[in-house]
């Protein structure tokens, strides 16, 4: 079996440590790749970003995809991490980078479509009520001199996530995208704003949950990028076939 990379991205204010345990719900050939934005996690020490060109370079810089061919490499990225997911693969792609393979997005906004939120505008105080209201921080109460270096994190997240996107963005890789059908900050009927950005195959899945429905079922999005990636690699099967066989002679 081709071996495959998963390159995983986390969501406004996490970190790689939000699928820590995804690795005992893949294959055994697969292996998981958790990306911090500088901030958080394995970047602990690095300052939070909050232009794309910087995050971009950044990430284009320390991911370090290598031209490969007996390995698959996925992109998957969630709410703020699938915007990361998909904005990089194009970044990649206009650098003239390897890129790559299978993209898959979940809880995103499509390039046309604005921010729900303008969370980054708020005062300190406001945010940590909302974080603290929408459960993105423990139900106990962190200190004063924690919750400043949470506010500035989730800040600078959100005024990436907030941001307008250029929509001069073309996918080329096949995109598989999870849409929640309780999601109050992407709405499930917006899988139909993606197509005009997929120049490949696009599938969309609708699951049962709101927009951190990945917090209660992880196993559910390993599920969908597992199935994807069989449908990517019959693909490239079905395709190498057509090439070997479409100028045999016919008798």
């Known amino acids: 079996m081709m071996p495959v990379d998963l390159y995983c991205f986390h969501h406004a204010g996490g970190s790689s440590l ?47 995809l290598q031209p490969r061919s007996e390995r698959l490499c996925v992109f998957f990225g969630h709410s703020l991490g699938g915007m ?45 009520t909302t974080l603290y209201h929408l459960d993105m921080l423990p139900k ?28 001069d963005i073309t996918l080329t890789m096949p995109v598989e995208l999870i849409l929640a059908t309780q999601d109050h900050l992407v709405k499930p009927e917006s899988h139909q704003a993606w197509s005009e ?22 196993t559910l999005a390993c599920e969908v990028i597992v199935a994807a990636v069989a449908r990517h690699l019959a693909r490239l099967q079905q395709t190498k076939y057509q090439k070997a066989n479409w100028q045999k002679p016919l008798c």
């Open 140 to 167: 106990h109460r962190l200190t004063k001199d924690v919750e400043a270096v949470v506010a500035a994190m989730f800040k600078d997240d959100f005024m990436l996530a907030e941001q307008p996107v250029s929509t």
């Open 84 to 128: 990361v997911a998909y904005k990089l693969a194009d970044h990649l792609a206009k650098h003239a980078l390897t890129t790559p393979d299978l993209l898959c997005l979940s809880g995103c906004r499509a390039p046309s479509i604005p921010s729900a939120t303008q969370y980054s505008k708020l005062t300190d105080s406001d945010l940590l």
């Open 197 to 218: 950005y997929c120049e490949n195959h696009f599938q969309h899945h609708h699951v049962d949950g709101g927009h951190m429905y990945l917090q209660q079922r992880p």
């Open 18 to 64: 939000f699928f820590r345990e995804w690795a005992k719900h893949l294959p055994a050939h697969w292996q998981l790749h958790g990306i911090d934005l500088p901030g958080r996690g394995t970047k602990a020490g690095m300052q939070s970003l909050r232009d794309w060109d910087e995050a971009l370079g950044h990430l284009s810089s320390s991911t370090q």
